[in-house]
């Protein structure tokens, strides 16, 4: 098993470009997340979703849109990136909800520039 | 508010030493706590959680709800503990966690 994957690992963008970070898991959980890791601000939660076709905001969710295409993957979009959204990203699942471990993925490093 | 509180940033010590990582909450109803380690070139991944009050690679934490706090031991340090650890909170039944700003662990030789 792959467990959580994460596509791209690093990524640059301008100012004002889109992109959109892959999240996918093979251990048939339920819930996954979206985080940002910033120095000295810990793990934040963006957005997570609590099963397939069902999405809900985190802490910091501005800026950002989700969709959870399948049980399997859970993809995070910036439709107009900004230098503040510069930042390291972490997808995570677990079985059914927070009581339970999450699984994380290897992060997905962007820079805005 | 829901607030997790990790005082160091860093905190370094020699091989063989004891080691105590601190975390504070702030919660107004029964906290779930955890503790998750990242290792060097590793991925994210959960070392322990209080409900369980057990001990894993001879860590533990001890949930102390007069003091909020959920502070992570280990009697002897040992150079593979180095890492960034990270304490965090469950909060409500939406199952969100609320993550401190983690703590890196160096254990020097």
């Known amino acids: 098993n792959a467990g959580v994957t994460q596509t791209p690992k690093f990524q640059v963008l301008k100012t004002g470009q889109s992109m959109t970070l892959q999240c996918a898991q093979d251990?048939?959980?339920?819930?996954m997340y979206w985080y940002r890791q910033d120095p000295g601000m810990g793990l934040r939660l963006i957005y997570y979703?609590?099963?397939?076709?069902?999405?809900d905001k985190g802490e910091v969710p501005n800026g950002y849109n989700v969709s959870r295409l399948n049980k399997r993957e859970f993809s995070l979009r910036l439709e107009s990136a900004a230098p503040s959204q510069t930042s390291v990203y972490f997808c995570?699942?677990?079985?059914?909800?927070?009581?339970?471990?999450?699984?994380f993925g290897p992060g997905t490093r962007l820079t805005v520039l | 508010a829901q607030r997790v509180t990790q005082p160091e940033k860093l905190l370094s010590v020699f091989k063989g030493a004891p080691v105590e990582l601190k975390c504070n909450y702030s919660?107004?109803?029964?906290?779930?706590l955890f503790w998750y380690v990242q290792y060097s070139r590793q991925r994210l991944q959960l070392l322990l959680r209080?409900?369980s009050r057990e001990s894993i690679k001879g860590f533990t934490a001890d949930l102390n709800k007069g003091e909020t706090s959920f502070h992570l031991k280990k009697p002897f340090a040992q150079e593979e503990d180095s890492a960034m650890y990270y304490c965090?909170?469950?909060?409500?039944?939406?199952?969100?966690?609320?993550f401190g700003q983690g703590t890196t662990l160096q254990v020097k030789p």
């Open positions: 251990m048939n959980h339920n819930s």
């Open positions: 209080h409900i």
């Open positions: 995570a699942s677990s079985e059914w909800s927070s009581t339970d471990t999450q699984y």
């Open positions: 979703s609590a099963s397939e076709g069902t999405t």
């Open positions: 919660y107004s109803g029964s906290p779930e």
């Open positions: 965090a909170l469950l909060t409500g039944n939406t199952g969100k966690l609320i």
